[in-house]
DNA sequence: ACAATAGTGTTATAGTATAACATTGCAGTT
DNA sequence: AACTGCAATGTTATACTATAACACTATTGT
């Protein structure tokens, strides 16, 4: 728990850096994430909140926290999966270009890999030539776990 | 819409020979899937039945017949859109180990590329070492298709 | 103190998806 | 033809995902 906590510290420093406020909600939503290591919905955060803070939260605001955590790049969404999980880059400086999300489809865990430069140009003159712009460079695949896959059938 | 006729004839047959039923509904929704041309949702695709054949169906209906098209391999369901093209290799005789989605944000024109072999097997190799197994190898790119592109902003 | 703005709450509603059960219709048998 | 079994479809209800519109609150800068 001490190591997210120190991501906490890392987004409080960084939003401030920004000049954006970091809210209790926003700092409580954010520590789930972080504790819960496993993409979750917007309807099961706001659970999650109740239970370890004792307090409700709508799902507006959830989705509004999440919003704002994104644009922050605390934050990714999953379109494949309708759930949020925690940037894993966050206490590296560098900026990523690219993520390749491995999502297990049985229990949600996640992946995220850095999609290497010279890969991730290739793919976007692929596109380009097939006459569409990458909008988002986010690649999400849809997988199973190891400790899944080991307890199916 | 010839080409539809003869898509719908290809399908039928292929039906035939997996032994399995293609119904009135079953054609009818493929039909609708071919003249459209771009990815559309459930929903979407029972609106247009009915305007199309005079006689509503129940997005339920829909909902099976796509799981039934997608096990034929005559349709793709698009997880990040959460909406149903048809597949574009149909007329071709050789399976497609894996297939990339260009998916336009704003139309939801979609471009089907086949995945080069090697290129599939280097990341099979890559996500195995990462702990996860490939589960469907479907990709979907978040794209902007040229002609949204250029009407924006 | 005031205005301006961002954050949050409330209510309502749209859109996506499936469970559970009923009914229909067709295929193969007697 | 009547019977049986099974696949397809319909009905109803419900859960999940997401956002619009508007109200209210809190913070910041002047």
Excluded: W
């Amino acid at each position: 728990m001490n190591a997210a906590k120190a991501m906490v510290d890392i987004a409080e420093k960084e939003c401030k850096a920004h000049g954006v406020p970091i809210t209790e909600k926003r700092v409580n939503l954010f520590s789930i994430l972080l504790q819960t290591q496993k993409a979750v919905s917007a309807y099961e955060l706001a659970d999650e909140y109740e239970r370890m803070f004792h307090e409700p939260v709508p799902v507006v605001t959830v989705y509004r926290v999440m919003e704002f955590l994104q644009r922050e790049h605390l934050v990714h969404k999953l379109e494949t999966a309708n759930k949020f999980i925690v940037c894993s880059h966050i206490d590296c400086k560098k900026k990523h270009s690219a993520s390749q999300f491995l999502i297990c489809r049985e229990c949600f865990t996640v992946k995220e890999l850095s999609v290497n430069s010279g890969k991730y140009e290739e793919l976007k003159l692929m596109i380009q030539q097939a006459g569409f712009l990458l909008d988002s460079p986010q690649f999400e695949l849809n997988c199973i776990c190891q400790s899944c896959h080991a307890k199916e059938d």
